[in-house]
Structure formats: structure tokens, C-alpha cells
């Protein structure tokens, strides 16, 4: 394995400066409430008007939202959904006797508030509202709040509006950043508390959600987005290079990777990506330029296998492989946030349409979580149940193994089952060994 190119920086930002301004925003708003979130959202959104979006104004946006662009938005919705529910149809409730009498199980319950964001800026995030409220719809939650950052005059953009709309969130906040997840988190505007807050953001927002795990449940911690193509001397040259160069219009700071068992397709790729970028529009061209001059790599490796272990040590959020046999790389890769198979697909197609969630893990985090899925909206419980002929062995057992690990109460809740359960029997509740 050798760098054709390799990354002059790393994706990591001065956290020490955005925790510090993250953590007196939050506590300003736990303090301060409603009045501190709006002063937050007059300096940072440059917004004072209604917070609430009003029914009236949902129906006033969705006008105002082109009858093809609807359709698409319903087409990614209906993918998404149909998607979601094929997932949370996996996630079942059990029942199983492991002993005669005694039953154990599980069931999927989910969480009773979400908090979705949607962000705003340079990008309408339309996709996002459609991952991240729509999921938690299938999953069951019974209520949605969302924000987005408004527009000075104009409030959320008209297509992000109808589209959480779309999706049933139930509470839309007219607020973005650290207070618009504060808002939600803490239940002000007459939303409820959230128990969990999902969906991508800026590293403010990524910060908040960090800093506020614990008291609310939160999808996952994200950095810069990043994506990899791995490719062999079937790919097209042309196909890689433009993929690369989709992605890493998502900000400055943005990794991409190529990972190729072919020199010269390589060194193709490597010549023709920087005329891709100048073809784009301003702010997306320095974004990609910068990208793909710090932090991009292209690594040269002997073979599939060589390359799959590339990829799985960096555990990338999207995996894109351009190469024979695609199921050989289906089975064999380990570490990704989504996969992305043949010349066919892209990543753009999961980021916008296509119906498996675009909210993945990033910064390696890969190797340890998956995305956003119905999954992060369940609880998973136990319970268990038994039978007095069952509860014998499991008092014996528990008594001795109480005992031996010094805890005399958790015994004696043994015990007295044991002693009315069975009066007349006699049992040795003491541990094998007094060792420990």
C-alpha cells in the first residue's frame, strides 16, 4: 500500500473554543427559557417573528413549493418510509421458556418525543427532514418536534416546511442552531421534552447534542462528512472522479478517499478532479477545492483484499465500490455508515432518495454504530416471568452466587422465596468456597 496522495490536514476543528461557547449558550437557555432561546434566535438567525410555525403557515409554504419539486420530495418520502418500515418490521417482540416455567422476553418500545434537525444555511436540507422526522413516524413515536434555521423575513425555507410537514412532524420551531436543539431538549414552546435528538448539524450543533447526551438520547456525534470510492481497473474514471468531487462539495473540510488496486486509473481520477471542481458554482467549487487539496487521499493497494482492509480501518461513513464482483465486497467489508455498490448507484442517491438513511456515522465511528434507523428510536426491554417450580433453582443458584460476591441482601431475596415457596425442604445456600 503507498499514498498517491495524502491528506495535508485532518477533519478536526478547535473543540476546545466551540465546547466553551456551546456550553454557556446551553446553560444561558436552561436558565433563561423561552426568552433566552429567543434572544438567541433574534442574534443568530437574525429572526423575531412567530417561533411556532402555525398550520396556516405550513399550508401557506406548501403553495408556494413547485408541483414537480412536491413530487419529488413525495417520491424520496415514499422510499424512505418503505424503507424504514421493511426495518422496524425486524424489530420484533420474543417470548422464549429457557427453563420448564420460566419465560423471558423482550419488547420493542419506542421513545415518546423526538427532536429532529434539519439544517439550513448554505444548503435547503429537504433530504434531512425527510430522514430524520419520517423515521421517527415509522418507529412510532408519538411526538415529533422539529427545526430548522429560519430566513431573515421569510422563516424555514417554503420546500423544508412543507416537506417536515410531509412527514408528520407534530411541532415545527422557526429556530436553528444551539437553541433551536436546546429549545426542543428542554421543552420550551410548548413542545414536549425530547427523549432523543437526531440529525445532522455544524459542529455547534453536533457539540450541543454531545454536551446534552445523558439528559436526552442522541443519534450519534458527528464531524465533517466523508466518503470513499473503492475502486479496481473495471471503474470508470470519469464515474470516480465525479463522485469524489460530489462529495467533497459538503465543506472545506470534508475527507475524501480513493482506494484503487490500478495505478492508472488512479492518476486519471487524480487529473481530471481538478477541472470537475473549477465546473462548479462558486461556493461549492471552494469548498470541494479546499477539500480535495487538504484533506483528500488516493491510496494504491495489490489487490481487493488489501484494499478492503484500507477500508475498513477507516471505517468510512459512505463506501462506494467500483469494482468486480460486488458480492465478494458486500460479504468481506466490516466498517461503513452505508454501502454503495457498482457504477449503478451513488452516494448522492442515499443522501437524497433512494431510502436508507443519510444520517451516518463519521470520524471512524463506524467501527462500533450504524446510522439512523427506526433501531435509534426503540427501546429495547426485557421482562421475565416464572413459575414457583422455576423460581427453585434460580433462588439456589442466586443465593450461593450472592453470597460468594459478598451481597448478603441479594441472597436473602433468595432466601425468603426458597422458605415459602418450599417449607419444608432444606437447601444449601452457601457458596462452594469462601474464596474470592
Not at 424504514?84 to 422476553?105: H, K, W
Request: glycine letters at 8%.
Amino acid at each position: 500500500m503507498k499514498y498517491l496522495k495524502k491528506a495535508a490536514r485532518t477533519a478536526e476543528t478547535d473543540q476546545a473554543d466551540v465546547h466553551a461557547a456551546v456550553t454557556q449558550m446551553l446553560a444561558a437557555i436552561e436558565t433563561g427559557g423561552e426568552e433566552a432561546a429567543r434572544r438567541y434566535a433574534r442574534e443568530l438567525d437574525r429572526w423575531d417573528g412567530d417561533i411556532v410555525v402555525s398550520h396556516e403557515a405550513r399550508k401557506a409554504a406548501a403553495a408556494l413549493v413547485p408541483e414537480q419539486l412536491k413530487a419529488d420530495i413525495r417520491f424520496a418520502h415514499d422510499n424512505v418510509r418503505r424503507f424504514a418500515e421493511a426495518q422496524r418490521a425486524t424489530a420484533t417482540d420474543i417470548a422464549v421458556e429457557i427453563l420448564p416455567g420460566l419465560t423471558l422476553g423482550q419488547k420493542q418500545i419506542p421513545v415518546s418525543a423526538a427532536g429532529c434537525y434539519v439544517p439550513g444555511g448554505r444548503y435547503s436540507h429537504v433530504a434531512s427532514a425527510i430522514m430524520t422526522i419520517t423515521t421517527a413516524k415509522v418507529a412510532g413515536v408519538s411526538h415529533i418536534a422539529a427545526c430548522s434555521p429560519p430566513r431573515p423575513g421569510v422563516g424555514i425555507p417554503p420546500a423544508i416546511l412543507y416537506t417536515m410537514d410531509l412527514c408528520g412532524a407534530d411541532v415545527i420551531l422557526n429556530m436553528g442552531g444551539v437553541q433551536g436543539v436546546a429549545a426542543i431538549a428542554n421543552g420550551l414552546f410548548g413542545v414536549k421534552k425530547a427523549d432523543i435528538l437526531v440529525g445532522p448539524g455544524n459542529q455547534y450543533v453536533a457539540e450541543a447534542k454531545r454536551i446534552l447526551f445523558g439528559q436526552v438520547g442522541i443519534d450519534m456525534v458527528a464531524g465533517p462528512t466523508d466518503s470513499m470510492v473503492i475502486a479496481d481497473v473495471t471503474a470508470d474514471a470519469e464515474f470516480v472522479a465525479s463522485d469524489l468531487v460530489g462529495q467533497a462539495e459538503h465543506g472545506w473540510n470534508s475527507p475524501v478517499w480513493l482506494v484503487t488496486s490500478d495505478e492508472n486509473l488512479a492518476k486519471r481520477v487524480m487529473a481530471r478532479v481538478p477541472d470537475l471542481i473549477e465546473g462548479l458554482p462558486a461556493p461549492n467549487r471552494d469548498s470541494a477545492r479546499a477539500a480535495w487539496a487538504d484533506f483528500a487521499e488516493v491510496i494504491l493497494c495489490d489487490d481487493a483484499e488489501e484494499m478492503a482492509a484500507v477500508a475498513d480501518d477507516y471505517a468510512p461513513e459512505h463506501l462506494h465500490v467500483q469494482a468486480s464482483d460486488l458480492d465478494w465486497w458486500l460479504q468481506r467489508l466490516r466498517a461503513y455508515g452505508s454501502l454503495f455498490l457498482g457504477e449503478e448507484t451513488t452516494v448522492a442517491f442515499g443522501d437524497k432518495t433512494s431510502g436508507p438513511n443519510h444520517v451516518l456515522p463519521t470520524s471512524r465511528a463506524a467501527r462500533y454504530t450504524g446510522g439512523l434507523s427506526v433501531h435509534k428510536f426503540l427501546k429495547t426491554v426485557t421482562w421475565q416471568r416464572a413459575t414457583r417450580a422455576a423460581a427453585r433453582p434460580l433462588a439456589e443458584a442466586t443465593a450461593r452466587i450472592s453470597r460468594l460476591e459478598g451481597m448478603e441482601g441479594h441472597a436473602r431475596t433468595a432466601d425468603i422465596r426458597l422458605a415459602r415457596f418450599f417449607p419444608d425442604e432444606v437447601f444449601e445456600l452457601k457458596p462452594a468456597t469462601d474464596e474470592s
